[in-house]
Every structure is written in C-alpha cells, then in structure tokens.
C-alpha cells in the first residue's frame, strides 16, 4: 500500500532515499522482531540479526526498501529479506507515528493473508499467499532508523494489480475476484485491496474498514469500501464462487449504511453464516474503541541473543559484522 517492493511507479527521486548508516556496526543490525498472530490476536516477540545494504533499491510515497540478510538463530541459515523503512523526514515531520504506523502495516498484511486462506479453501484451483511480515526493532541503529518492517525477498516479476482509491492497474482477474471475495466474507465490514506482488504471492495490501480504524495510514473508511465497489466489475471468477454482484451506490435508494451492522433501524438483509473454518471474524476488531493486542510491549524479548553474540560488547561487534559481512554478502 505505501510501498510496492519493486514497484517503480511513482518514483521519487533517489536523493529523498536515506543510507542506513554505515558507522554503526558494518550495518549488522542486532534487536529483536514482532510477529502478529491474527487468530490468537497477540504479538510475538524474538531475538533477531539482520545485515543491511546501505542503499535502498526501490521506493513508494512513504517508505523505502533495502535488501537484507536475517541470520536465523545459531548463524546457521541465512534468509534474504527486504526491510522496509518509513522515510525519516516524514517521521521527524509528524506525518508518520513510528513505530505504531510499522505494528499497522505488519497487522494488514497478516490479517490480508488469513483472507487469502479462506480463499484457498474455497478456490481449489487458484492459491493465493500474502508474504509474512515482522515488525523489527534494531537496536544497534539510531532511532530514525530503528523501527521497520521485514519480510522474505520476493524475486521475480512484479506487477501491481488494483490500489486503495478504487484503481484497477492489470487485466489479472484473480486480484479483482480476491478483493471481491472479502468484502462478501467479511460480512461487508472490509475489503482488502492494493493488492501487488510476484505471482500469486502479494505484499503491502491495504484494508478498508467501514468505521476507518486500525489497518494504518492508508484506511479510507467508507469511502474506500465505496470506491472499490464502484469500480469493480464481477468477472468469471467471482460468478464461479458465487460472489453476488455488488450494488451500484448511484441509486439515491441505496447507501452504505444499509449493509452496516451497527444500522439496528435498518433491516439486514439475510446472509449466510460464515463457514466453521473462517479463522478471523472481523467483527471482534470493532467490539471496543481500541483494537486488542495493537501492538507488544516494546521490551527486550524473554529469548536471548545467540551465544554467538553474548560475549561481543558494541565496541566488538563491527569485527563481527566485517566477518559476517564478508561471509555471506548481500544479495543486489
């Protein structure tokens, strides 16, 4: 939604894309990740070293990209990863909460992929996969730094299929049907849009929900919800799931108000129950005037580091990072 991971549309110019630092050791960042569990609705929290490149290799309004390396517990296994970090200016500025817009983002995409479960279980034929995120702290790096979020580097071509103000980028019919999908299953209180990535395997979704929270910065309430369903046009797939088609909003006799549940003069229309199997009902998200578990405490995780580090102080780890570094370089 705020930064497609090798979208090149709408680029801005590299002089606005910040160098992580290179003083701090070797860019070998040590701290810990959150990762979001939707049907348990908490967060989890584990130790975490990651080796940055300096240099960012894509951008979108608000975020840039880095390619990064995460060392698995022990040093054993290395996973390339992409690091997506908030522009600082925009953090210093007051435009972006940091690091809550990062917990906002990394509950999205993890909610957007319980969607793409259902779908899976509905649509034998076609699977879809959201990327899993984390929100990682660094505690190695300055603060304009500190916070980002992180998930597994998707090589391959990259496309971006429809955006959050109702736009339609690609002839793909799977993206399209999907958002389709979870607006209908989701008992019309969201829709999950912005949809992008390799394949069948997405990334940086955004969500729409009726009141307008949670779900980050590019939530537009209703009127999101609205501009979805006056550009979408039911293709094959969404008549093979049984996808009703969507109602026009142009008739002055129909609002959105009629689907919204917390309407009680308004009669609902019937609706089937949802399936036993659906693992997230998102009315538990509206139930209070804060959503639960929004985000962990930010405290050192109960896991330690790896022994590896433990006998390292911060003046010895840039010799470790230099080794690391020259071991196991980072993929460009």
């Not at 894509?58 to 992409?82: H, K, Q």
């Not at 590896?308 to 460009?332: D, E, G, K, N, T």
């Amino acid at each position: 939604t705020l930064c497609g991971a090798a979208s090149m549309l709408g680029q801005p110019q590299q002089s606005d894309w910040p160098v992580l630092p290179t003083s701090v050791t070797l860019r070998l960042g040590v701290g810990f990740k959150s990762t979001f569990d939707v049907e348990q609705q908490s967060w989890s929290q584990q130790a975490t070293i990651v080796n940055f490149s300096a240099t960012a290799f894509a951008s979108g309004a608000m975020r840039v990209c880095y390619r990064c390396d995460e060392m698995e517990p022990g040093g054993l296994t290395v996973v390339p990863c992409v690091a997506k970090l908030f522009k600082p200016q925009l953090v210093r500025a007051g435009t972006v909460r940091v690091p809550d817009a990062c917990f906002a983002e990394c509950k999205t995409q993890m909610v957007a992929d319980t969607y793409a479960q259902q779908w899976n279980r509905r649509c034998k034929l076609i699977k879809l996969a959201f990327l899993p995120v984390s929100v990682i702290n660094i505690t190695t790096m300055p603060p304009d730094f500190a916070f980002m979020t992180m998930e597994p580097y998707l090589p391959g071509e990259y496309a971006k299929h429809n955006d959050n103000t109702g736009g339609i980028t690609s002839t793909d019919d799977v993206p399209q049907a999907f958002s389709h999908f979870t607006y209908e299953v989701s008992e019309h209180l969201l829709v999950v849009c912005d949809i992008q990535g390799v394949g069948s395997f997405y990334t940086d979704p955004q969500i729409h929900s009726l009141d307008g929270t949670s779900f980050g910065l590019g939530n537009l309430g209703a009127s999101g919800v609205n501009n979805f369903k006056k550009s979408h046009v039911c293709n094959k797939l969404c008549k093979e799931l049984g996808l009703p088609k969507l109602k026009d909003d142009s008739d002055p006799a129909y609002s959105l108000q009629d689907e919204c549940p917390q309407q009680p003069q308004q009669q609902a229309s019937p609706r089937q129950a949802p399936a036993p199997q659906m693992m997230w009902q998102p009315q538990l998200m509206w139930q209070a005037s804060q959503p639960p578990a929004w985000r962990p405490q930010l405290v050192p995780p109960a896991v330690a580091l790896p022994p590896m580090l433990q006998q390292f102080q911060y003046a010895q780890q840039a010799q470790l990072a230099a080794r690391f570094c020259s071991s196991s370089p980072v993929r460009r």
